[in-house]
């Protein structure tokens, strides 16, 4: 690490990720300066015990004009490349990284590598548990699990490290993991209305270009695997070095989704692995998700009975497809999580019973048409649509065919949940599927989740 000693560092955002290389560059006694756009009171509210750290800051509506005098800027992944302030500094010379990229540059142990648009976090997980299974010693991190930068010394090259990227996470990276995995692409961040984040994509091609990184610099001995029936992700094929892998329908996958089960394929046949009746994950979309983890698992060395047990007890990740309570008769699913059109549908078609829907939240440039199809042709029969894409997606379902109640118009998740209930007949499903991000009502996912569970506790 002796690169560092010595370096003024410039920390930009502070939050999850932010905090983690504070922590890691305090380690080489750097000379750190913290940026961030919150003022004080802000910043130090939600993280009290940051203003004690031996770091300055600047902070407020001018903190980039700290930037001129450092050798090293860590950017969020929140924060644009084409910031101004960033292309002056890299042409003045200054080293412009992330987190994430230091990461893959410093880590002594194989990672594996897992992204897409949706099911990153259930598959990262998976894997996870599956190299833990196995006994070995792993290590959980990205947008999920701890922040691994500030122990990265710790980290043995025995180790193995699984991370979820984001779009944002990898489109400036110069190293691809070991074992990359590309579940579906479609499409995300085609806008940003995140009031402390000024990244996003200009286009879907710019969403998928980032996406590439994951492989596009693999070696002969890395491996990649891809979902055999989304044509994005079996494009990036050509782009590797690695040894490729596919799952899916295909009858040429080597992890197979045949008749609601997972299969795994080698030279000694066909073995299974989890049927979906015996899931703990709801939802037919989350066999991708458990056949991905498999086949990656199964590349590391993993046993057929450590992939197979740790399929059946896996019960998701929180705010996604996560059962809250059953008051009345109903069931209550929160998937606050589910920020596209695509998650919702998958949402959906998890449950055979009537569905009462909440929707709606602010802008991230999607397109409602298919999910207004979808909720129109499902066993959905009442929705609530909130918030700032109301007007587009109840445009929506009117042009989708969509017949049954739609309410609109309210604000607190005391009256979103209060309705659903008043509608509900034992035997529903209540569920929080919004297809949009949350930044008009609620602080964010996670808050926006939170409330939901509150909710429905007091019922």
């Known amino acids: 690490m002796d690169r560092f000693k010595g370096k003024k560092i410039a920390i930009v955002g502070l939050s999850t990720e932010g905090q983690d290389a504070i922590r890691f560059f305090l380690k080489q006694r750097c000379d750190i300066i ?74 002594k142990a194989p990672i594996i590598g897992v992204t897409g648009t949706k099911g ?76 402390l984040a000024t990244n996003f994509h200009a286009s879907r091609e710019a969403y998928v270009e980032a996406k590439k990184h994951i492989i596009s610099h693999q ?10 029936d989304d044509p994005t992700s079996c494009s990036f094929a050509k782009y590797t070095e690695a040894t ?53 698992s199964s590349l590391v060395g993993i046993t057929l ?50 569905i009462i829907l909440i929707l709606g939240g602010s802008e991230k440039g999607a397109d409602f048409t298919l999910m207004g199809e979808a909720i129109a042709h499902s066993n959905v029969k009442k929705t609530i649509v909130v918030g700032q894409m109301t007007e587009r997606i109840v445009q929506s379902l009117h042009t989708g065919g969509f017949q049954g109640e739609m309410i609109t118009g309210l604000t607190s998740m005391h009256d979103m949940v209060t309705k659903a209930a008043q509608g509900s007949q034992p035997g529903d499903v209540i569920l929080l599927s919004p297809a949009c991000a949350s930044f008009d009502l609620f602080k964010n996912y996670k808050e926006r989740g939170k409330q939901f569970t509150y909710e429905v506790s007091l019922l």
């Open 244 to 296: 490729p892998f596919f799952y899916g329908k295909s009858p040429n996958a080597q992890a197979l989704i045949e008749n609601d089960a997972v299969f795994l394929m080698n030279d000694e046949g066909k073995h299974g692995i989890v049927d979906r009746s015996h899931m703990k994950l709801l939802g037919s979309h989350n066999l991708e998700n458990v056949a991905a983890a498999s086949l990656a």
């Open 120 to 195: 990153k976090g259930t598959t990262s997980t998976l894997i996870y548990e599956m190299l833990k299974k196995s006994g070995k010693t792993a290590y959980l991190g990205g947008n999920v699990g701890t922040p691994l930068l500030s122990l990265v010394e710790s980290i043995k090259p025995e180790d193995w490290v699984v991370l979820e990227l984001s779009s944002f996470q990898l489109e400036d990276l110069n190293q691809s993991p070991h074992i990359a995995v590309v579940l579906k692409v479609t499409q995300e961040h085609l806008a940003n209305f995140d009031p």
């Open 305 to 354: 009975d450590d992939i197979k047990s740790t399929a059946e007890a896996f019960p998701g990740l929180p705010l996604r497809l996560e059962k809250v309570g059953v008051k009345n008769g109903v069931l209550y699913i929160n998937d606050s999580f589910s920020t596209t059109p695509e998650s919702t549908i998958s949402a959906i078609d998890a449950f055979d019973a009537p």
């Open 219 to 228: 070696k002969t001995g890395d491996f990649a695997v891809f979902h055999a």
């Open 34 to 107: 913290c940026l961030d756009r919150r003022d004080e009171t802000i910043l130090f509210s939600s993280y009290p015990d940051m203003k004690n750290l031996p770091v300055r800051f600047h902070l407020g509506d001018s903190y980039l004009s700290e930037l001129s005098a450092v050798d090293i800027i860590v950017r969020t992944p929140g924060m644009s490349l084409k910031t101004p302030e960033l292309i002056q500094a890299r042409a003045r010379g200054v080293e412009i990284t992330s987190v994430t990229k230091l990461f893959l540059e410093l880590c």
